[in-house]
């Protein structure tokens, strides 16, 4: 039941994305170890306009914004090396009214070359707004209709200088962060009013003749912190197109993809994504370019996965809890699982480009596991201390600590055939000594006998089985596991007679006719524990050998203090001698059964 709520609270989780900052969390350790392992395109080129930029153009060009001269120039001077594409990511949005010449010199240039691309940016702005003051979508160049295109539609755009914009070579360079403030995608397009915006590095993939994914957005496969492609300052590279004699490469743009943006941080263009903090959106700009170029993609696993595993961990937690398998092995193993998971689910990224979700399974294993594990603990201590209790009246308690480690129960110990030892001790002698005491002497004189001999028999691990009136009956050979119960019933009743002779000086002239007789005798018969489960139950053993041992018992009078059956004596024939006593017949027993007797040499 348990496991049942605890599965419909992780597919809650996994709609709401309750746990998607765990997620994201090793998704990001993910991407940082797979940024290691490929790197940037030496292909795409970085024109920063970085720090140092900004101050060494100051003396000759003003402070940021400069003129657009600056950038008509620094076309003319890339144009010259024969790029596969120069991408800006800078808006040129306004027109500089200062300097007119200069933005159409800037807008001439460009326009003039085929493979210069400009961004644009989509405001967020409501419907109402975007239908009084947006630009016509069906004026878009760039822009395709859909099948349910509204031809009036209008968006709040951001556009480049009307001449740039009228080349149709603009993308937009919109990101959107996750819930947790990171950029893990970039759009393939926006979408408005049924019309379809590509992005910038569509765009360029497009007319590059790069494959282009048919998705709204792709998660971007990233090739390590800032500054992993190729970087070189905008300042160095336009001064040098300015010498007459450049000192850099005259072929350094050649072939490649040059995309001009900054990384000033007073440019405000720093986003934090898996990479770091302040990664700039140049370089998120070029890494999906090339993500275009060289056909990274990086998917996520079917959307039945995530359920799917979290059942079945759930499922192999809750049997194991139902067969009564210790927390602890469970607990081994479900943090064995969660480093599989976890190295599966990099591997799944590092080598087949899939997005493993493996912390909400394992997030909702442990949630599950640990209420379990101490429910299961209580119960199994207070099972514990339960069979301790239970086991502790007719048990060694050393015995009992063994059981108890290896996890009996009165259930699991109940119902057996064994075969198994029973020894019936009776005090002989007893009723004219019992004439001269009063009743609690008679008790106190019993109790204290058998403790001295219940002692013996817990000494030889031997289990008591019940007191009858002033009789004693205990068995070898269950509950545990005693191939030698035989023998130890021998010694056991050996240390019992001696235990006799003690107790008969202790008593004095009044123990002169304190004796005692010990029957035994092994065979089959069926253990376990009987009587009332509600009132009270014994562990006890029951049949034809339990009746042979009393009846053996009551033979030993004129005979023997201690006599066995031939069972007992074939198998401690090498323990001590015996003495036959030939065939005695037994009283309510059909036949004659052998008798015998132990003799020990005096030690």
Not at 57 to 76: D, H, K, N
Not at 250 to 275: C, Q, Y
Not at 529 to 539: A, K, L, M, N
Request: glycine share 8%; hydrophobic share 45%; proline share 6%.
């Amino acid at each position: 039941m348990l496991a049942a709520i605890v599965w419909l609270a992780a597919l809650a989780a996994a709609h709401w994305n309750a746990v998607s900052r765990l997620e994201n969390l090793y998704l990001d350790w993910n991407l940082r170890s797979l940024a290691l392992r490929l790197p940037a395109d030496p292909g795409i080129v970085m024109i920063d306009i970085d720090e140092p930029t900004l101050e060494a153009m100051v003396p000759e060009y003003g402070r940021y914004p400069w003129t657009r001269a600056v950038y008509g120039q620094l076309l003319e001077g890339l144009a010259r090396q024969q790029p596969a594409a120069i991408v800006f990511d800078i808006l040129f949005i306004d027109p500089q009214r200062e300097h007119m010449a200069d933005d159409l010199y800037f807008v001439r240039t460009a326009v003039a070359l085929p493979n210069v691309y400009f961004p644009m940016v989509r405001l967020s702005a409501p419907p109402q707004a975007e239908r009084g003051n947006g630009y016509p979508l069906k004026n878009l160049k760039n822009a395709t209709a859909g099948p349910k295109a509204d031809t009036e539609a209008r968006a709040a755009l951001l556009l480049p200088l009307q001449g740039l914009a009228e080349t149709g070579r603009l993308g937009t360079i919109n990101v959107f962060a996750d819930t947790d403030g990171v950029v893990r995608r970039y759009p393939m397009q926006l979408n408005a009013y049924g019309w379809h915006i590509p992005s910038l590095p569509v765009r360029v993939a497009r007319d590059l003749g790069y494959a282009v994914p048919e998705t709204e957005s792709l998660m971007i496969t990233w090739h390590g912190p800032p500054k992993s492609y190729a970087t070189v300052s905008f300042f160095d590279v336009f001064t040098d197109f300015e010498r007459k004699n450049p000192q850099r490469p005259t072929d350094e743009f050649r072939g490649k993809i040059v995309i001009i943006g900054t990384t000033a941080s007073g440019l405000h263009d720093l986003k934090v994504t898996p990479m770091g903090a302040d990664f700039p959106g140049t370089e998120i700009l070029a890494t999906m370019i090339g993500n275009l170029k060289n056909g990274e993609r990086l998917r996520n696993a079917p959307s039945w996965f995530m359920p799917a595993l979290t059942a079945f961990v759930l499922l192999a937690l809750a049997t194991a809890f139902t067969r009564g398998v210790s927390p602890l092995p469970q607990g081994i193993g479900l943090l064995l699982l969660t480093l599989t998971l976890v190295v599966g689910g990099w591997a799944g990224l590092a080598f087949g480009r899939t997005v493993i979700p493996i912390v909400s399974p394992l997030l909702f294993a442990w949630i599950f596991f640990v209420p379990s594990a101490v429910r299961a603990h209580w119960l199994e201590r207070r099972d514990r201390q339960r069979v301790t209790q239970l086991f502790s009246r007719f048990l060694d308690p050393r015995v009992v600590a063994g059981l108890v480690e290896k996890g009996e129960t009165d259930a699991s110990l109940s119902g057996q055939k064994r075969e198994i030892t029973v020894l019936f001790s009776d005090i002989q002698g007893f009723t004219s000594l019992s004439e001269r005491k009063s009743a609690p002497e008679i008790v106190d004189l019993l109790n204290r006998y058998f403790s001295l001999q219940v002692e013996v028999i817990f000494r030889h691990q031997g289990t008591l089985d019940k007191y009858i009136g002033d009789a004693i009956m205990a068995f070898w050979g269950a509950p545990t596991d005693q191939p030698d119960h035989a023998r130890r019933a021998l010694e056991c009743a050996r240390e019992m007679e001696q235990t006799l002779l003690r107790f008969r000086q202790e008593l004095g002239p009044e123990g002169e006719n304190f004796n005692i007789g010990i029957g035994l005798h092994t065979g089959e018969a069926v253990v376990g524990f009987i009587g009332s489960p509600i009132h009270r139950q014994d562990y006890t053993v029951i049949g034809d050998t339990v009746n042979t041992a009393s009846r053996i018992e009551g033979a030993t009078r004129g005979r023997s203090r201690i006599l066995v059956s031939a069972t007992v004596r074939d198998a401690c024939h090498a323990q001590c001698a015996f003495t036959d006593h030939g065939l005695v017949t037994l009283k309510g027993k059909e036949g004659k059964i052998h008798l015998y007797e132990p003799t020990w040499e005096a030690s």
